[in-house]
């Protein structure tokens, strides 16, 4: 029945209109896709920018510092310890002072056994006593030893450079004979030092590897051995029964 069909214009016109509108609609959503896309990448772009400027500062300044620290002496840290553990201790002094105690006392206190037994194996090995080398080894340690006792005096020597001038550095040329007048603090210091070195030699014995006066109760050197153990272990025990045999009373 050709009234019941559509016209083919009708038709036509409302399928034409239907697709335009999606082809406006398109347009725009890909356009506002691409802006938002393109501002997410201009603020990435932003925030990286922003890293490496903070990455440069943060560079700059370890580069500063480092420049600081190799300007320093080798051993600026271990003196700047040092300088911190002496405020600290003065620190320490002034309040026991405060409190009316003795800081040497407060201090041992503190320590641990075990920290006192590191320190003393610290201290045996930094100056270790090997004994007699020779002269030159002695005479060394001598040396070193009474170097480490003395304490200049500041406002002596001032006076000293005052009242000689240049006088008071020689050269090849000075006569030095009887110019130099010791001191009494000198002087006592030296005596005090003599007595102890007589002291330490009236103490000091020459070891032996042999007694030639103790008995010989073994066969070989590995039998003497053994008897020194024996006697160090058990000689207190055995003492009373060797002198009943050597007296010829034991039982």
């Known amino acids: 029945v050709p009234e019941a069909l559509p016209a083919p214009g009708a038709e036509c016109g409302s399928f034409q209109g239907s697709s335009g509108s999606e082809d406006e609609a398109r347009p725009g959503t890909?356009?506002?896709?691409?802006?938002?896309?393109?501002?997410?990448?201009l603020r990435k772009f932003r925030e990286l920018h922003m890293m490496r400027n903070e990455a440069c500062k943060?560079?700059?300044?370890?580069?500063?510092?480092e420049d600081k620290r190799l300007k320093l002496p080798a051993n600026w840290e271990a003196k700047?310890?040092?300088?911190?553990?002496?405020?600290k201790v003065e620190e320490k002094k002034k309040e026991c002072a405060a409190r009316g105690e003795d800081y040497e006392r407060v201090k041992?206190?503190?320590?641990?056994?075990?920290d006192a037994e590191r320190w003393e194996r610290k201290k045996k090995r930094k100056n270790p006593d090997l004994g007699f080398s020779d002269y030159a080894a002695a005479q060394l340690r001598q040396y070193?030893?009474?170097?480490?006792q003395i304490k200049p005096d500041l406002e002596q020597y001032e006076r000293l450079k005052e009242q000689y001038g240049e006088a008071l550095y020689p050269t090849s040329d000075s006569l030095l004979h009887g110019t130099h007048v010791p001191s009494k603090e000198g002087i006592d210091r030296m005596v005090a030092d003599l007595e102890k070195q007589i002291e330490k030699r009236e103490k000091y014995s020459r070891r032996r590897p042999y007694?030639?006066?103790?008995?010989?109760?073994?066969?070989?050197?590995?039998?003497?051995?053994?008897?020194?153990k024996a006697e160090r272990f058990y000689g207190k025990y055995t003492a009373e029964i060797k002198q009943n045999l050597e007296r010829g009373t034991a039982v």
């Open 30 to 41: 890909a356009a506002a896709a691409a802006a938002q896309k393109r501002e997410e990448r």
């Open 58 to 65: 943060l560079n700059h300044q370890e580069v500063v510092e």
């Open 80 to 87: 700047k310890a040092r300088l911190e553990w002496e405020l």
């Open 108 to 114: 041992l206190l503190e320590i641990s056994a075990e």
């Open 144 to 148: 070193q030893r009474l170097t480490r």
């Open 211 to 228: 007694n030639d006066d103790a008995d010989i109760d073994y066969i070989n050197e590995r039998n003497a051995k053994f008897n020194k």
